[in-house]
């Protein structure tokens, strides 16, 4: 595709950008871990619920290959580790080694595992200011485009059941590094200015920055605990709502020349 210096790119992600996916999942986590209570006789003294459960999540995800999407099942052995008196990093490392001795059986499991997934499959609400300022951009003749590490069918149904389909050129699903970004300015024609909106900094923001991305963060709920800081990632624009997004696109440039040079 030629250069097409006058076109303006705003690559948006998808999950907690759009869309409160993060919700969801803790809706889903609270009630796996009611269920294992249900089940075992034991609820956790902690009043922060989520907090109780989320911490055994995040230590799964740090020794499991696939991050935060481990099988489901190693959140209930854990849980149920942990309502038992053990540290959340001591139920990851039992659930994940195997051969302990639970209270839940085998055939304990699908059922838990059956409901999780249906609570995850919920349509999240949208975002704040994501209709207007998406409509703005089309408005204005942007080239808009979602960018996400997620089941594209599932951002697709997503978007359509939220009513923001119309709103985007294309959906890429890849996994978010400097070269993804670098394939997607040379699907663009390499416009004079290209924006990526997301709320993980080492995903969204910092491989988007890399090769000339302006970059506007738009902070979730959560992060996870080994995600980067503000400060170390530095993303040329911080937004409390989506509508603040055109503004910032229709602004003043910026002066990115060396941005300009990497999008050559």
């Known amino acids: 595709m030629s250069r097409n210096p006058d076109l303006v790119a705003v690559f948006v992600d998808a999950d907690n950008t759009l869309w409160d996916t993060d919700a969801v999942f803790a809706g889903a986590q609270v009630a796996l871990l009611g269920a294992v209570e249900s089940r075992i006789g034991t609820t956790t003294p902690q009043a922060d619920r989520l907090r109780f459960v989320r911490a055994i999540d995040q230590a799964l995800a740090e020794r499991h290959h696939a991050g935060l999407r481990y099988p489901p099942r190693l959140l209930v052995r854990a849980t149920e580790l942990a309502l038992r008196g053990a540290k959340p990093n001591e139920a990851a490392r039992a659930a994940w080694g195997g051969g302990k001795d639970y209270l839940l059986s085998e055939g304990d499991l699908p059922a838990i595992e059956e409901s999780f997934f249906g609570d995850l499959a919920k349509v999240p609400r949208i975002r704040q200011g994501v209709a207007q300022g998406l409509r703005k951009l089309k408005e204005s003749g942007c080239l808009l485009l979602i960018v996400t590490e997620g089941a594209k069918a599932k951002v697709e149904r ?47 923001i910092g491989p988007a920055k890399a090769v000339g991305f302006e970059t506007i963060y738009f902070p979730g709920g959560f992060q996870p605990r080994w995600a980067p800081d503000q400060a170390s990632v530095q993303p040329d ?28």
């Open 237 to 264: 624009h911080v937004i409390s709502s989506f509508d603040q997004v055109p503004a910032i696109v229709f602004g003043p440039v910026a002066g990115k020349v060396e941005a300009r040079v990497r999008h050559t």
């Open 158 to 204: 997503n978007a359509d059941l939220l009513e923001l389909t119309n709103f985007f050129d294309r959906i890429i699903e890849g996994r978010k590094t400097p070269d993804l970004y670098r394939r997607m300015l040379s699907l663009t024609g390499a416009p004079e200015r290209t924006f990526m909106v997301g709320d993980q900094l080492d995903r969204d």
